[in-house]
């Protein structure tokens, strides 16, 4: 008989302290990172870079329509941006050429991202003839010096 209480009485401990509500003090993480994404024109990845502050203004690069700019996925890896200013939050995506299906030869596609649901400037970047492993990176002045506790960004390829 004690046995039999022993065990109930255990029972009960355990089934009450898995009913606790669990409390985080920890408040430091802040973000679920993205690492990879499979676009829907097939044969590209967009992998995240994170968030980065500007060291230097630089010019935008990559934003004429229907890839006038000339930036390359390619081996050496073509970079576009929007401009940049000098201590600005930069957000950077690698558009990646996959081994299947490779993405398509000379074919412009539109990098798009929305911060806080607010679309920012399109970056245009194109394949000549890809191979795998051939990318460009694609980043945009997010216009702050320092993220919000709570923000969101989206990223499409079309």
Known sequence: M????SLLLLAALVISVSAAPSIVTNSNYQAEVGQYRNTSQGGLEVR???NTPAGSNVTAAGIAAACGDNI???AGGGTANTA???GD???????LARSSPL???NTCFMVTLSYN????MPLYVKTSTPSAGDFAI?????GVTSLPPLYTLKVSVQ
């Open 89 to 95: 939050l930069v957000y950077s995506v690698k558009v």
């Open 117 to 120: 649901g607010a679309p920012l």
């Open 48 to 50: 995240d870079y994170g």
């Open 138 to 142: 694609c980043g945009w002045d997010l």
């Open 2 to 5: 004690k046995q039999l209480v």
């Open 84 to 86: 940049i200013t000098s």
């Open 103 to 105: 993405p398509p030869s």
């Open 72 to 74: 390359l996925i390619s």
